[in-house]
């Protein structure tokens, strides 16, 4: 498609599409970076290839999911496969039981779980278990954290929100965020502060254990530790969004990292190998006051659909088969240290934070530890950095405030070509 045409597409796409788009934070390649329209076209392995023709490395893959890369040849003969024997039946097939035994073996503790289509949905029925089951209707959550569009939860929320600079959503009653306590991330002391007081009244505290939808933000030494006692103290529960993290950071996400246990964890993204994907997970006696087994309602047409089933068992498989994530770590620091490198060389200062496969750059010239001083990092900079990045071809997820990902197929040849063209836009700014 040459570039007429993209543009063409451009026009079509306002016509029919809010913002042209299906998501906020993909018309920021137009509205904030001030690009020419790009459209993609395939994937494959590392690279991305545009409609224009042109291949980039891609460091977006889909907001997270594709920690294979794209199309990865096992993952696309076990959808063709699957979906020759049915896409959807409304009925339970082994598959949801596989993956549920699976993903239960490497969660320790975690017995049961309910899957759904997106992490916004698994979010919704935390909130909704976490109340029913404390009879409390509160929920804390961090500055900057997202766990998807909820309306509860659209508040200070990351990703789009921040990318795009909204302001918290009309459209969502005062009254249905009233129950929503926002916290600044990684200050213990003022979550300490509100539980002495409201303890009794919060349901659970709500948080992403590596921030990562402003960038990413790792939690400072003992934040989750901390989160764990006020709750114990309090009886609320305590629930990870591992949507971003969950066999991401770590064979067992966050929770193998930091061992920190919480009450409910939420997952998406990786466990569904790139198909739509929701679950929340916790304890057999949580996870059972949920309809039918309990009272708590949750129910979907396309929940434990087969195909995402599928793709997200070979998934955890190959990732389990080929030791990955030393591999991905290791490529990930790889990465990183080369990133910090060519910034100390060219003179520009930046921050680089990374923990397991997902990272994220800052113009910035202190630590990166919550969404305030997130903000503070150079924009225009940024802006500068992004579009050179793009013409290098790299493509990062097109915001200042959302992670990079890498994936299995980022081999060090992938990252070298990256820091070379990373350290030429550093010039060039
Ligand atoms: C992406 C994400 C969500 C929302 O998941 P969707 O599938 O987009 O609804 C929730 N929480 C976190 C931490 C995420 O990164």
Known sequence: MRPQASQHLYIRAQQVLP?????PVRSAYQRVFELDPIYVASGYGAYIQLTDGRMLIDYCLGYGPLILGHAHPEIVQTIADTAETGTCFGMTCEKEVQLAEVISSRLPGFQKMRFLNSGTEAAMLAIRLARAATGRQ????????????ADPLLVQAGSGVATL????????????????????????????????????????ILVEPVLGNVGCIPPRDGFLAGLRHLCDQSGSLLVFDEVMTGFRIGPSGALGRFHVRPDLIILGKVIGGGLPIGACCGSASL????????????????????LAMAAGLKTLEILQRDDAFTQLNENSERLAAGLRRAGEKVGVPLQVNQIGAMLSLYFCDRPVTDYTIAKTANQELFKRYYRKLIDLGVHLAPSAFESSFLSIAHTQEVIEETVAAHEEALRAL
């Open 287 to 306: 996870m059972d006051l949920i309809a039918p087994a309990g009272p708590v309602y949750q129910a979907g047409t396309f929940s434990g659909n087969p």
């Open 138 to 149: 509160k929920i804390v959550k961090f500055d900057g954290c997202y766990h998807g569009h």
């Open 165 to 204: 600079g909204l302001p918290n959503s009309p459209g969502v009653p005062p009254a249905t965020v009233a129950d929503t306590l926002v916290m600044p991330y990684n200050d213990l002391t003022a979550v300490q502060n509100l539980m002495q007081t409201r303890g009794t009244e919060i349901a659970a």
């Open 19 to 23: 913002g042209g788009v299906n998501s």
